[in-house]
């Protein structure tokens, strides 16, 4: 079982560009995640997904975009990238409406926009 | 908005104890995670507390205090490999997780 994947593992990329970062998990969890981790500032959520099909935003959404079309995957957008959105991006899931709704991350993406 | 506090950096012996703490201000709060997250990988869940008191898990232990809007992680007989991050997270009242900045422990030989 694989859990989580993400790809890629890592990326530089010219400010401007669009990039997708892709996310898919094989757990059946219902709720999917997306996280920036920076120096000194923790991770904060960028989007979530409770389940497919729907979609909403975290603390720091400005310049992301998401789709949950299916279960498996929850790629994230950055429709024009900036520098400041250099960042190691985490995807994670959980299977969701649960008390005790535990968070399994993946391996993480780290992306350097110059 | 959201506040969790947790030390930056701590330092202990191979086989000493350390015990990392956790202070919060969220809106709402149903639980506290503790994640594990070694340089360059990806945090791995350690513990989960929703009632006052303490889980012990092997050499780790967390502890909490809802009223005191406190926690922490306690690592006994710490070995080489406890040399980590450890994030303190927050599941808020809309459950969702808030983190702490994470506190990086060193352990020397």
């Known amino acids: 079982i694989a859990g989580i994947t993400q790809a890629p593992t890592s990326q530089i990329l010219a400010a401007g560009r669009r990039m997708t970062l892709r996310c898919t998990q094989d757990?059946?969890?219902?709720?999917m995640y997306w996280y920036r981790q920076d120096l000194g500032l923790g991770l904060r959520l960028i989007h979530y997904?409770?389940?497919?099909?729907?979609?909403g935003k975290g603390e720091v959404p400005d310049g992301y975009s998401v789709s949950r079309a299916n279960t498996d995957d929850f790629p994230l957008t950055l429709a024009s990238a900036v520098p400041s959105q250099t960042s190691v991006y985490f995807c994670?899931?959980?299977?969701?409406?649960?008390?005790?709704?535990?968070?399994?991350f993946g391996p993480g993406t780290r992306l350097t926009v110059l | 908005g959201q506040n969790i506090d947790q030390p930056t950096e701590m330092t202990a012996t191979e086989g000493a104890i350390v015990q990392i703490n956790c202070t919060y201000q969220?809106?709402?709060?149903?639980?506290l995670f503790w994640y594990q997250q070694h340089a360059g990988e990806a945090p791995t869940f350690l513990s989960y507390?929703?009632?006052?008191g303490l889980e012990e898990k092997g050499r780790f232990s967390s502890f909490l205090s809802r009223s005191k809007g406190y926690s922490y992680l306690l690592l006994k007989e710490l070995q080489m490999k406890d040399s980590a991050s450890y994030l303190c997270?927050?599941?808020?009242?809309?459950?969702?997780?808030?983190f702490g900045a994470g506190t990086t422990v060193t352990v020397r030989a």
């Open positions: 994670a899931s959980s299977e969701g409406g649960a008390d005790t709704d535990t968070q399994y």
């Open positions: 757990m059946r969890h219902n709720a």
């Open positions: 997904s409770n389940t497919a099909g729907t979609t």
């Open positions: 969220t809106s709402g709060f149903n639980g």
């Open positions: 507390n929703v009632l006052d």
């Open positions: 997270a927050v599941l808020r009242g809309d459950y969702k997780l808030s």
